[in-house]
């Protein structure tokens, strides 16, 4: 693979996926949209265009990958190049291993696609610990959250296949309570700020942005994983169905990430293990329209990882039961609604019915 130069665009002759959203015709649609866009401001149904960008992307057959010094990824630990894939861990006891990106990555919006697979050995929930994929400002860091370091800066997005403390509840005859169990293999987002330690105990959830379950172990067909970060909107998708879908993880807006990290991706054992396969990184560039006022925000630069109304997030999330709380009250207050507007329109039509009979006298 040669070298591309940063302003050089690769376009995909036919995108990878079906999506359910797809713009038929691109062209049309965004002539009408700059048309749109020029007269109103912002339109939230987004149509954008997207490259491949060969420097962020790790594909087949990963010329170079870890043996020169020439190549846009690095690995570390016990990763190994095969001819099918980049294994971060084999299927062995106490292992870490990564591959990371060379080049800073200076793009406003981006997509990643990862091509993983999962799989060994080890029975359900005898199988750890797990991987995860990176846009950090730190790389090549050895650590204890999936093989990167604690208190990173910027997003993991980890797929965690052992439930670290649903086990240890267990091993102190406590049971979850339905509601808050989660199904493993978990993929999970956190974005940290430096300061932040990932929880491994409690598989995260002190700092998640959310997640949700997906078998991904020991199948037959691809298993992918899709990440977009636009205007500011964190979106985690799963294909691993063998459809051809993408399902719903995760969609968080007001995720403030800076310019110029890395990409990467890295992967953990313990006393369990699992084969973690990297097939694919596909890194797409994003080309968006924007309003004014949006590109103005995109003008204040930002320097540390945040996330908008996360304390509000997180209240949302571990009280669910609150929620069920709030459908009570709204039903209550829409049939308690629903009867006050009754009883008004039963004595407007009395007294219009008596002001019509005092008439026809
Ligand atoms: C990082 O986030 C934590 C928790 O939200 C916050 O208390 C802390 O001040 C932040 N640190 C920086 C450097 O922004
Ligand atoms: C991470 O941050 C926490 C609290 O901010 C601190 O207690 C801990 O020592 C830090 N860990 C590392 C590895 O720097
Ligand atoms: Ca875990």
Not at 230 to 259: A, F, N, S, Y
Request: charged share 25%; with cysteine; aromatic share 12%.
């Amino acid at each position: 693979m040669a070298a591309v130069g940063r302003n050089c665009h690769f376009r995909e002759t036919k995108t990878p996926f079906r999506r359910k959203k797809m713009p038929f015709n691109l062209h049309w649609t965004l002539t009408v949209l700059i048309f749109i866009a020029s007269r109103c401001s912002a339109d939230e149904d987004h149509e954008m265009e997207e490259f491949l960008k060969r420097e962020y992307s790790l594909s087949k057959p990963y010329q170079g990958v870890g043996s020169l010094g020439s190549s846009h990824w690095e690995l570390m630990g016990d990763a190994m190049v095969t001819t099918d894939q980049v294994r971060l861990t084999p299927d062995k006891q106490s292992r870490q291993g990564a591959v990371w990106s060379r080049i800073p990555c200076h793009l406003n919006d981006w997509e990643m696609q990862v091509h993983f697979k999962i799989h060994g050995q080890g029975k359900k929930n005898l199988n750890g610990d797990g991987l995860a994929i990176w846009y950090t400002k730190e790389r090549m860091q050895k650590g204890p959250v999936f093989g990167h370091m604690d208190n990173f800066t910027g997003l993991g997005v980890f797929v965690d296949t052992y439930p670290n403390e649903e086990k240890q509840l267990e091993a102190q005859k406590k049971r979850y309570t339905p509601r808050t169990q989660r199904i493993f293999p978990f993929v999970l987002a956190m974005v940290g700020n430096g300061t932040i330690s990932y929880d491994h105990e409690r598989d995260g959830r002190p700092t998640e942005l959310g997640g949700c379950n997906a078998m991904v172990r020991n199948l037959k067909h691809d298993t992918f994983l899709f990440i977009r970060y636009i205007r500011r909107r964190l979106t985690v998708m799963i294909d691993i169905d063998g459809q051809h879908e993408w399902r719903d993880c995760l969609d968080i807006p007001g995720v403030r990430l800076p310019k110029g990290y890395y990409f990467g991706a890295t992967a953990v054992t313990g006393d369990l293990s699992d084969n973690h396969d990297i097939i694919s990184l596909k890194l797409y560039q994003l080309t968006v329209l924007r309003s004014k006022q949006e590109e103005e925000e995109q003008e204040e630069e930002i320097t540390i990882p945040s996330v908008d109304n996360f304390e509000l997030l997180r209240l949302g999330q571990t009280d669910e039961g609150m929620s069920a709380v709030a459908i009570f009250f709204t039903v209550f207050f829409s049939i308690l609604g629903c009867i006050f507007l009754i009883v008004i329109g039963l004595v407007v039509y009395s007294h219009w019915h008596e002001s019509r009979r005092k008439r026809f006298y």
